[in-house]
């Protein structure tokens, strides 16, 4: 199939693109009309927008499995946009002419989305931070809920904002209780029993059963329902015309069409921002979402993606339908059955069509409450309480973040919500640094470092400063210049901050690395204070001060060097350590400052010592902190005090000030690629024995220190990865076992 042409792969691809739209489809149907209702837009509209959708994305669209549609996050600023831009007496008159304002803004906000991806503007996803995002969406299933479980109920006069219909939702339970007719306990067994199934889906074992979604099966029970009551019972419109589905005849002649007579006014403006925001975010969530789950592990075009739902948006608001946004619960469905190219998408919109030419009398048939069942559903799953306890988890501050976003969104607007919860953010960041100026100073510039070890083959990626969700995605632009596949190396160990949206972040480049044979390994969090142990937690470097009474919360890095030293049976201590003396005696430290180690892995007979330290060179503004791995081997054997080094620029520059390169005629290749120098040159030189000169030219070159009776070694001025270590070790190891031949 690699090596197939394109064409020859579409076409093998058809059969599963084209089952996989037909389940998708299935989907789409009941949510469609239901997203549209609960928005109080005619039912058809969240159809219109799915076709549109299809059709136009997937032929203009940069994803590769995404399906595109209506969207639950939509559900609550469009109804907001209707109420607000409508006019009239009665409430059905400010609905009706309200959508039709809204429809302009919904054009509108297609015409923005098509700027965004042409001024390439996807990459303002990554400036919001990751709780805040979650409570925003917490908001939208608790709106979407609040309304719809009236609804559910039978209940379809209920009015007002979120918080009005949450505080209705008892009243609407006692009314029921207190005084149940025939219709409304037909309505809510319907929606309660619908309700009941979607929960009780996922338990349900049998394949056959599963391979329609749980949706579909509440519309197929539902429309059955009904036909018993007209054809066995007789009893025709039993739930009344305020309850049911209704299509018109001629969908093309009774299709709404936008009316741009308020763009000039605030209100519009406003209603067209939010919507625009909501449909940006959303979407750009979902296409990274999906892009995760490709089997292919391809990468989206996100900017090509957004101009493509820009037009969309605009074709669907032209014929009376909703924003067109991806959406991440039916391609997920897309990706679970096989669909490998955009074409799904499109037969997905082609299905719909289909169904509502063929079967528009079954679709009246469908009872309000059992939408509003599949509705109530989708709303607890984004409001569900677990989710608060995830976060909390996380972190106290991130809960803060999340029920502030989540507040702020009930009770303003979304937009209002989610700059709110921004602002939380930005200020929950500024009290755990406690200084405002490092924060002013430094969020915009993580001073991201990347280069290519010539040696290892390994990508080195360096962060200084602070990392936070304002300025991830300088980092990000580097990562994702890294092969998934290649080795690479995240060093934090200068940097002062790193956030929860960061930490989250780099966990999905870590994944996407493992699923392509690749190894993404961050260093340099082992003494920054975390709240909790989740590896998401946000990180905050600690004042040397500090240190010593620091209850260290382990690190990914600092699990696998604990669970290293109980494969060698050696000590661990990840607690820093003031005890440093015997380090000073070694040249390499004649002119820095030693300030703590760390991360001590020590073997019971006393011979290895591995360990993290903290030192810094220079004085003043010219001072540097740095961060390297050292290991310690103690010899038996009395040795010649020497220091030997990689030949590289700066050796050069000691030769010409007059420090000796001490060579050895007898070996070039040694003598061309290492540094050596001490003070007892006769000694030294008795001391490099063949074996031993042999050992190092047949071995990867480490600096390397004697202080007479231990040796110092160190791979790079900065802190080693795992598989670094293993490697220190092994070189170690054998360096030894030569020494101890002589």
Request: aromatic content about 12%; glycine content about 6%.
């Amino acid at each position: 199939m690699s090596n197939a042409s394109p064409i020859k792969q579409f076409i093998a691809g058809l059969p599963k693109n084209i089952f996989s739209g037909f389940v998708v489809s299935l989907i789409a149907l009941p949510l469609g009309l239901g997203l549209a209702i609960a928005s109080e837009a005619p039912p058809m509209a969240g159809i219109v927008a799915a076709i549109a959708g299809g059709m136009v994305v997937s032929i203009l669209g940069g994803s590769h499995l995404t399906i595109t549609g209506p969207g639950n996050g939509l559900v609550i600023v469009i109804l907001s946009a209707i109420i607000g831009l409508g006019e009239g007496e009665t409430y059905k008159e400010i609905i009706a002419s309200g959508y039709l304002f809204t429809l302009a803004a919904i054009m509108l906000s297609g015409l923005l989305l098509f700027l965004f991806g042409l001024f390439r503007l996807g990459a303002l996803s990554e400036f919001f931070p990751s709780s805040a995002l979650q409570g925003m969406l917490a908001a939208i299933g608790v709106g979407i809920l609040a309304k719809q479980f009236h609804v559910m109920l039978g209940f379809t006069d209920v009015k007002g904002n979120t918080i009005n219909q949450l505080v209705q939702i008892p009243n609407s339970i006692i009314n029921l209780l207190n005084s149940p007719s025939g219709e409304l306990i037909l309505a809510s067994s319907i929606g309660v029993l619908s309700l009941v199934f979607l929960f009780s889906y996922a338990r349900i074992r049998n394949s056959v059963f599963q391979l329609i979604p749980a949706p579909m099966w509440v519309v197929i029970a539902s429309i059955g329902v009904m036909y018993y009551y007209d054809l066995i019972l007789k009893t025709p419109d039993v739930l009344g015309s305020n309850l049911m589905i209704t299509i018109p005849d001629n969908l093309l002649a009774s299709l709404p069409r936008p009316d741009f007579g308020k763009i000039s006014t605030s209100d519009f403006m406003g209603h067209t921002m939010s919507i625009t925001l909501v449909a940006v975010i959303e979407s750009l969530l979902s296409i990274k979402a999906v892009d995760k789950l490709d089997p292919l592990k391809r990468r989206s075009n996100i900017n090509k993606d957004l101009r493509a739902l820009g037009i969309a948006t605009v074709v669907s608001g032209f014929f009376g339908g909703l924003n067109v946004v991806t959406v991440i619960a039916r391609s997920s469905v897309n990706v679970n059955n096989g669909a490998n190219n955009r074409s799904a998408n499109f037969f997905h919109a082609a299905f719909l069509v289909v169904f509502i030419l063929l079967f528009a009398k079954q679709i009246q048939k469908i009872p309000m409450p059992a939408l509003a069942a599949i509705l109530v559903y989708t709303g607890y799953r984004l409001a569900a309480p677990e989710n608060l306890l995830r976060i909390y988890r996380i972190g106290k501050e991130q809960a803060i973040i999340f029920v502030t976003t989540l507040l702020a969104t009930l009770m303003t607007t979304l937009t209002t919500g989610i700059l709110l919860g921004i602002l939380a953010t930005i200020l929950v960041h500024v009290i755990i640094n406690k200084s405002g100026v490092l924060f002013y100073r430094n969020w915009l510039k993580p001073n991201v470092l990347m280069y290519l070890e010539e040696e290892s083959g390994n990508y080195y990626v360096s962060v200084k400063n602070f990392c936070s969700f304002l300025n991830f995605f300088k980092l990000k632009s580097k990562l994702d210049e890294i092969p998934p596949s290649a080795h690479a190396i995240i060093d934090f160990s200068l940097c002062e901050f790193v956030d929860h949206t960061v930490m989250e972040g780099l966990n999905d480049y870590s994944r996407n690395f493992s699923r392509q044979s690749g190894f993404f390994e961050i260093i340099g969090l082992d003494v920054h204070e975390a709240k909790t142990e989740h590896p998401f937690a946000l990180r905050k470097s600690l004042p040397e001060s500090s240190l010593l009474n620091f209850q260290v919360s382990l690190t990914k890095r600092q699990k696998l060097l604990q669970k290293l030293s109980t494969i060698l049976d050696w000590d661990y201590l990840a607690e820093p350590l003031s005890n440093y003396d015997n380090l000073e005696r070694f040249y390499y430290f004649k002119t820095k400052w030693i300030n703590y180690r760390y991360n001590n892995l020590e073997s019971k007979n006393k011979e290895f010592l591995l360990f993290d330290l903290s030192y810094s060179e220079g004085a003043f503004i010219a001072r540097e902190d740095l961060r390297s791995t050292f290991l310690q081997i103690k010899v038996s054997n009395k040795m010649p005090v020497f220091a030997m080094d990689k030949e590289n620029f700066m050796t050069t520059i000691f030769q010409l000030s007059g420090l000796e390169d001490i060579d050895f005629k007898r070996y070039p290749d040694f003598s061309r690629r290492f540094y050596l120098r001490g003070e007892d040159v006769k000694s030294i030189r008795s001391f490099f024995t063949d074996d031993l000169i042999y050992f190092f030219e047949s071995h990867p070159a480490y600096y390397l220190e004697s202080d007479g009776n231990s040796i110092l070694i160190r791979s790079k001025e900065r802190l080693a990865s795992i598989q670094e270590i293993k490697q220190m070790l092994a070189f170690a190891e054998e360096l030894l076992k030569v020494l101890e031949n002589k």
